[in-house]
Nanobody, 113 residues
Framework: VQLQASGGGLVQPGGYLRLSCAVSQSIFRVNIMGWFRQAPGEQRVLVALTSNIGDTNYAGSVKGRFTISRDNAKNTVYLQMNSLKPEDTAVYFC????????WGQGTLVTVSS
């Protein structure tokens, strides 16, 4: 399973971005998919997860601002990020669990004026 993340970039505080994670195979049977992030000098932490029955889970720091969704027909998972803050600056990694964990290569999000 290969995951290709895209959509990162530079955005001003209060702005928005949408990250995409394209998966190399059907995600219909992939239960858990999600996004993690890693800020400079820090550990990788959970941002959001979604299951194949629509359950979602968010880190407290992003709840109400970020929305995770999946399009099984396009084998893609999205992370809509609104009201971005400088502390959201990090490399964002997409993730899935399909027998074992799989990770994408990461996409850099920089929130700065």
């Amino acid at each position: 399973v290969q995951l290709q993340a895209s959509g990162g970039g530079l955005v001003q505080p209060g702005g928005y971005l949408r990250l995409s994670c394209a998966v190399s195979q059907s995600i219909f049977r992939v239960n858990i998919m999600g996004w993690f992030r890693q800020a400079p000098g820090e550990q990788r932490v959970l941002v959001a997860l979604t299951s194949n029955i629509g359950d979602t889970n968010y880190a407290g720091s992003v709840k109400g601002r970020f929305t995770i969704s999946r399009d099984n027909a396009k084998n893609t998972v999205y992370l809509q990020m609104n009201s971005l803050k400088p502390e959201d600056t990090a490399v964002y990694f997409c993730y899935c669990f399909y027998g074992r964990p799989f990770w994408g290569q990461g996409t850099l999000v920089t929130v700065s004026s």
